[in-house]
């Protein structure tokens, strides 16, 4: 299993991002895919997670009316369209996946991609 993750960059409070993990290698049509972040000197936080080819999907708190996951089943790519952005979301994003169950914690899951630091600052 691959995950490449990318789209982070400098925006400003109150920008938009859009962030992209491409995943290959998958032997089940349905898995979860799911994104984490990690400030500066904070442990990795859950952001959001859906199951592919099925209808689970979940956002932390935090995050929830402005962050939107989209999926294109064509490029098997899932997208983190973040809103409405604060300093507080300023991070790396990782993208990581898991045959198993839907969870919050990043123990739960057994691929990760490389990061793609998203920085909100005026």
């Known amino acids: 299993v691959q995950l490449q993750a990318s789209g982070g960059g400098l925006v400003q409070p109150g920008g938009s991002l859009r962030l992209s993990c491409a995943a290959s290698?998958?032997?089940?049509?349905?898995?979860?895919l799911a994104w984490f972040r990690q400030a500066p000197g904070k442990e990795r936080d859950f952001v959001a997670a859906?199951?592919?080819?099925?209808?689970?999907?979940l956002y932390a708190t935090s995050v929830k009316g402005r962050f939107t996951l989209q999926e294109d089943k064509v490029k098997n790519t899932l997208y983190l369209q973040m809103n409405s952005l604060k300093p507080d979301d300023t991070a790396i994003y990782y993208c990581?996946?898991?045959?198993?169950?839907?969870?919050?914690?990043?123990?739960?899951?057994?691929?990760w991609g490389q990061g793609t630091l998203v920085t909100v600052s005026s």
């Open positions: 290698g998958f032997t089940s049509r349905s898995y979860i």
């Open positions: 990581a996946a898991t045959n198993d169950m839907m969870s919050q914690i990043s123990t739960a899951y057994e691929y």
């Open positions: 859906l199951r592919w080819n099925g209808i689970s999907i």
